[in-house]
Each structure stands twice: as structure tokens, then as C-alpha cells.
């Protein structure tokens, strides 16, 4: 692929493995023979590449796949990037994406069995099957995701309306910062207003359904009536705030169970049990990292905690698996018991759970987390809500962020 061929200087080179571009140690890269060798911009890349702290056999590895395993659509993406001359991320997923809202409304089954309207508005105007894409209810502006679910009247009528009810954020923490706004607002908001604000968006978005498809409820009424007596719309629960007689405040203890959700939080392990709780962190614009740990024994008192900065990290992933390194070899250290191992990150979970060889590109960190972790009594992994991670999360930001 001649697109990802380095740009090397001019003149002969008789060197023929990439192990000769390495230290005599073979613990890092030789950058002096680098900059012999290549431009400076081909150096900073060939550098970002982590060296293996140990020695492992060499094994097959398909290109640009992060499960390792060829399949047909690898195949493809492999021929498309080729002919196009440009790069893909992964072929675990298709190139490019929806925005946060969309696929937040996906997974709460609001576009499955139905006709996802505001993407098909969207993408006939971009196929330029329709004139523009405004948006069919207020006519006022082009219709996107944030538009459908706050900024249009439909919306905002119902919203105003909810707030008689449901204690929400106050109208200007809605607005349009980012691309990432939702995960903006919900920052601002506590627990109990997360879920009013979840539960808002999924009704304003079924109510959009049900105008532009001339449904039944379509009304500000009706939708009250609805996310009052029917939050989870499946018929389970009461509304947040109200008891038996339809009177109570926002805020109480049952709040959460009220609408079919299950508190949750940190657990503590069996007895005789440590768990390590790790979280990575990483910002790819400017390449900075770092990881959080901490372990508590059964009785939930902490035995160590650690965090560190990251030097030369390439991805979050990568980050979240040097954060599991770092957990387990500070037990081998600290810990004189079996260990559970808790992440927030179900890829890496999944790999290190998993009794086959993997073959990702990141086969040696994931083979070196299994070394510390053979040298305990006992261990397993496995995985945890992020909010429920939150130390490891903010020790791995005061890394990152120092």
C-alpha cells in the first residue's frame, strides 16, 4: 500500500528487520539510526509505536484488524482502503458514524421497528432526493438530532411542560455547545436528573415519531400523561418524584427504583478477595495519558492506590491495558490474596477473559497482564459500570492531566 510506505532519505540502506532499528537492549527504538534513515515526520510515527517490554514469539496478525481474525468484510475494508488511498479505522465497525444523540436513541430501541425518520430526511437531502432537509413540524431550521430532541417547538412545548413535574436542568444548560452537548448537560446534572433527562429525550423523540408519522398522542397532553404514569414505557414503575396518591417530591430515596432502575455502585469482594479497580485515560489530539488504581480488601478498606502518566501511548485502549498491567503487577506486590480485576472497558475484559490467543494489536499487552496475573494465588477479571469506577477514573485524570 504505497500511501502507507514511509518517505525515507535518500541513499542505500542495507538494513533488512526492524529489530535492527531497535536499542542493543531491544527495549526501545534506536531514534539517532532513525533519523538517519528517515524524515522527521516518519520518525515521530515509527517512535509512537510501543516496543514489547518482553520477549514473546512472533505470531499472524491480520493488518489493520483490532479482533485479529480475517474476516470478509476485513477483506473489503482492506481493498477499499487501497483503491482509495485512504486510511480506515478498524473494520469492526463501518468508517465514519451517527452523532452521540442518534446512537444514544438507538440503543434505547427508539428506531428499531420504525422508520428513522430524522436520518432519512438527512440523508435524501444529502443524496439530494429532497430540496432541503428542514424540519417538517416548526419549519424553522434544518433538522439534526439535537434539533428534533431540544431545539424544536415540539420539543421545547414539552419539555416546559415536564418541568411542572419533573425537576430539570434549567433551560440554558440545553443549549448547543458541542457536538458533544449531551454528554455536556448530563455532566451538569446529579443522578436522579440523568435519568428525568434520559427518560425526556427518549419521550420527545417518540413524540416526534408519532407527528411526522400523523400518530396517535401527539399531543403536549397526552406526552405528560404518558412520562407520568409510564417513565420507562413498558409499563413498569411511577413516575420520579410521586407516590401511591400522586404527590412527592424529586429526590427521595426510591427515586431510581421507581422507574425500573437498580442502584448500583462498588462492591465489595468475597472475604480474603482483593479488587483493583483500573481506569485509563487518554486524549488522542494531544497524545497524553495516564491510568488510576486502587484496591480495597472485603471489608471496602483501601490497601494501595497509584496513579501514573503515560508516555508514548497510541490509543484509549492501549491506555485501559497498561492500566490492567499496572494493577496486577502492584498486587504481586501488595496483594497476598486472590485478586478481582474490575475495568470499565468491555473489549479489554473480554480479551483478558477469553481462553483462546488473542491476536489483536494489542496481543502483548494483553499476554503481559496474564503473566502478573499467573504469578497470583487466583485472579479474574471482570466488568464494571463507569460510574461505579470512579476512583481509578479521577486518579487516571490527575495522571493525565499533571
Not at 430524522?118 to 432541503?132: H, S
Amino acid at each position: 500500500m504505497d500511501h502507507r510506505r514511509v518517505s525515507s532519505r535518500r541513499g542505500r540502506c542495507r538494513l533488512h528487520w526492524v529489530a535492527e532499528l531497535l536499542n542493543q537492549q531491544g527495549s526501545d527504538w534506536d531514534h539517532a539510526k532513525l533519523l538517519q534513515l528517515f524524515n522527521p515526520a516518519d520518525c515521530e510515527a515509527i517512535s509512537s509505536i510501543r516496543i514489547p517490554s518482553r520477549q514473546s514469539e512472533d505470531f499472524l496478525a491480520w493488518h489493520r484488524e483490532k479482533t485479529g481474525i480475517f474476516t470478509v468484510r476485513s477483506a473489503y475494508n482492506l481493498a477499499m482502503c487501497s483503491r482509495s488511498a485512504q486510511d480506515v479505522a478498524s473494520s469492526s465497525s463501518a468508517p465514519g458514524g451517527k452523532m452521540l444523540m442518534v446512537q444514544y436513541l438507538e440503543r434505547l430501541g427508539a428506531t428499531k421497528g420504525e422508520d428513522f425518520h430524522m436520518e432519512i430526511v438527512r440523508n435524501k437531502f444529502l443524496r439530494t432526493l429532497e430540496k432541503d432537509s428542514t424540519c417538517e413540524i416548526c419549519g424553522l431550521t434544518a433538522e439534526s438530532s439535537y434539533h428534533a430532541v431540544v431545539e424544536c417547538n415540539a420539543a421545547r412545548d414539552l419539555r416546559l411542560a415536564m418541568r411542572d413535574h419533573w425537576s430539570l436542568p434549567p433551560e440554558e444548560a440545553w443549549h448547543y455547545t458541542s457536538p458533544d452537548w449531551l454528554l455536556v448537560l448530563l455532566d451538569t446534572c446529579n443522578k436522579v436528573q440523568r435519568d428525568l433527562v434520559k427518560l425526556l429525550l427518549w419521550q420527545t423523540w417518540n413524540r416526534h415519531n408519532n407527528i411526522t408519522h400523523a400518530a396517535k398522542h401527539t399531543s403536549v397532553y397526552d406526552s405528560v400523561q404518558v412520562s407520568r404514569k409510564d417513565p420507562d414505557l413498558k409499563g413498569k414503575g411511577k413516575c420520579p418524584g410521586e407516590d401511591d396518591r400522586g404527590r412527592g417530591g424529586i429526590g427521595g430515596r426510591n427515586d431510581l427504583e421507581a422507574v425500573g432502575f437498580q442502584r448500583s455502585g462498588w462492591s465489595k469482594p468475597a472475604a480474603s478477595w482483593t479488587k483493583i479497580n483500573v481506569d485509563g485515560s487518554y486524549v488522542a489530539r494531544s497524545g497524553k495519558a495516564g491510568v488510576g488504581v486502587v484496591a480495597r480488601d472485603h471489608t471496602g478498606a483501601i490497601i494501595f492506590t497509584s496513579w501514573r502518566v503515560l508516555f508514548g501511548c497510541t490509543s484509549a485502549e492501549e491506555a485501559e491495558a497498561r492500566a490492567c498491567i499496572e494493577g496486577l503487577r502492584l498486587a504481586t506486590q501488595w496483594s497476598y490474596g486472590p485478586v478481582v480485576l474490575e475495568s470499565d472497558c468491555a473489549r479489554l475484559v473480554k480479551a483478558l477473559q477469553a481462553a483462546d490467543v488473542d491476536k489483536s494489536e494489542m496481543y502483548f499487552l494483553i499476554a503481559e497482564a496474564r503473566e502478573f496475573g499467573g504469578t497470583l494465588p487466583a485472579w479474574r477479571v471482570s466488568k464494571v459500570k463507569r460510574e461505579d469506577n470512579r476512583v481509578a477514573h479521577e486518579l487516571a485524570q490527575l495522571a493525565r492531566q499533571n
